[in-house]
């Protein structure tokens, strides 16, 4: 039988990992085709890449050229013209994005935790 051993009595430091949202229910197959909630159009999680030419100062907001150029909440940026962005210090990044007037930026959407995120880092 499984005993729960009481957080103070571990000899290791206990980690509490932060929630985790789960990627959308799992539909049988012979019922997708019908299905509302279903999209088995996976094109969308593929890395694509978008150009930008922006005029100096500009920022992303909804209906702006970068939203219409197909930036969307819950994209990754992988790179910016050629720089990666994958492990890149906010302040280079900052950098790299005002100082460029055509920004060619790729890609990956990636939805699944973006809420947790965006409300750990919007305030």
């Known amino acids: 039988m499984d005993q729960k051993i009481p957080y103070d ?4 430091p206990v980690v509490f990992l932060p929630s985790y949202e789960s990627p959308p229910a799992w539909i049988a197959p012979q019922e997708r085709i ?4 279903y999209n088995n159009e996976l094109t969308q999680f593929l890395p694509r890449t978008i150009v930008l030419k922006k005029p100096p100062g500009a920022q992303v907001v909804p209906g702006s050229d970068a939203h219409r150029a197909g ?3 819950g ?5 910016v013209n050629e720089a990666d ?3 890149i210090e906010h302040s ?5 994005l005002k100082t460029a007037r055509e920004i060619l930026t790729r890609l990956h959407f990636f939805p699944y935790n973006y809420q ?5 880092t919007v305030h």
């Open 116 to 120: 947790r995120q965006k409300e750990r």
């Open 9 to 12: 009595d571990y000899q290791l």
């Open 75 to 79: 994209d990754q940026v992988q790179s």
């Open 71 to 73: 930036l969307q909440e």
């Open 92 to 96: 280079r990044a900052v950098e790299i």
């Open 34 to 37: 019908h299905h509302p909630d």
């Open 85 to 87: 962005f994958q492990d």
